[in-house]
């Protein structure tokens, strides 16, 4: 499947912004859809994860209670919200999907098959 990120941008901290990865060429349909970040000179972060069919998510410690990730189905979209805002949010942002991924490996970069481009964000003070 391919993958359209977008929605990243400058903001305040404190303030909110909302993320979307776009498919095209097939539905989310059997995908497990996940955000990552990274920053230069340091490894990808794992952010937020969603199973398209339960709806199951998976967020990492760091955003946990400040990120929600969800579907839109009618969109074939999957959002992530991202409230309070901290500098240390700022990142690029990449979506990543796979339909074979098992839950243990939902964390990790190297399971997903297919990536968008990333889409920056940037929190200021």
């Known amino acids: 499947v391919q993958l359209q990120a977008s929605g990243g941008g400058l903001v305040q901290v404190g303030g909110s912004l909302t993320l979307s990865c776009a498919a095209s060429g097939r539905t989310f349909s059997g995908y497990t859809v996940a955000w990552f970040r990274q920053t230069p000179g340091k490894e990808r972060e794992f952010v937020a994860g969603i199973k398209w069919n339960s709806r199951h998510t998976y967020y990492a410690d760091s955003v946990k209670g400040r990120a929600t990730i969800s579907r839109v189905s009618a969109e074939n979209l999957v959002n992530l919200q991202m409230n309070s805002l901290r500098l240390e949010d700022t990142a690029v942002y990449s979506c990543?999907?796979?339909?074979?991924?098992?839950?243990?490996?939902?964390?990790?970069?190297?399971?997903?098959?297919?990536w968008g481009q990333g889409t920056l964000v940037t929190v200021s003070s």
């Open positions: 990543a999907a796979s339909r074979t991924i098992i839950q243990s490996s939902i964390r990790i970069p190297s399971a997903y098959n297919d």
